[in-house]
């Protein structure tokens, strides 16, 4: 994470990942619910997480609030699993974010 925050820390670019616990989508299908109990029930929050758990925090490390804040990995629970889906789509929206700001730049 902190090679990448350096390679692109220049052109306005942060990188920040976001590590929830086990969160409801497909990727823990194939979990049976005993798998699924076993885990949560080593999280502070005693359930799994929903994909809109995890929003406000995408949310805020993509918004121009958060445009100092680089090379954090924010947890969202205490849990040992994080969904790398939602890890790399923060990483993808805020390499996104910045190549707007470059291309705004570069337009002026």
Known sequence: MRGLANDVANDGITANSVLPGLTNTQAIT???????????EQQAIKRLGEPEDVTGAVLFLT???AAF???RQLSLTVASIASAEVRVMTT???IIRGLQRIAERSHV
């Open 30 to 40: 194939p979990q049976s619910e005993e798998q699924k109990r076993s885990t949560w």
């Open 69 to 71: 804040i680089t090379v």
């Open 63 to 65: 918004s121009d609030d």
């Open 92 to 94: 993808h929206r805020t």
